[in-house]
């Protein structure tokens, strides 16, 4: 049974960072690239970032591009979206999600198996 379990959320205030996390459980994580998405209130769920199993390659939304960095530990099974220079904007519930050697894709139908999703809110 796979298992993507996000962490690290929190309520910050605008310009602060937060680093979020997503432990990987009953898959070969290594095999997977991995995405991280957000869902603000009343809104669809959107595309933040990605990064291919190997970790070479990487894709961002234009949103974030130069504020946020995704990586990852393959040692760990687990994937990491440090989040700077946070805004008001960026107040969502993020997920981050596994797509079976995908190329680090930003559409959510590319990606097979989802987390829970933890909140972020910023504050102004």
């Known amino acids: 049974q796979v298992q993507l379990v996000e962490s690290g959320g929190g309520l910050v205030q605008a310009g602060g960072s937060l680093r979020l996390s997503c432990a990987a459980a009953?898959?070969?994580?290594?095999?997977?690239?991995m995405g991280w998405f957000r869902q603000a209130p009343g809104k669809e769920r959107v595309f933040v970032a990605a990064?291919?199993?190997?970790?070479?390659?990487?894709n961002y939304a234009d949103s974030v591009k130069d504020r946020f960095t995704i990586s990852r530990d393959n040692a760990k099974n687990t994937v990491y979206l440090q989040m700077n220079s946070l805004k008001p904007e960026d107040t969502a519930v993020y997920y981050c999600?596994?797509?079976?050697?995908?190329?680090?894709?930003?559409?959510?139908?590319?990606?097979?198996?989802w987390g829970q999703g933890t909140q972020v809110t910023v504050s102004s």
């Open positions: 990064i291919t199993s190997s970790g070479r390659s990487t």
């Open positions: 999600a596994a797509d079976y050697r995908g190329p680090g894709s930003s559409l959510t139908r590319s990606y097979a198996y």
């Open positions: 009953g898959l070969t994580f290594s095999s997977y690239a």
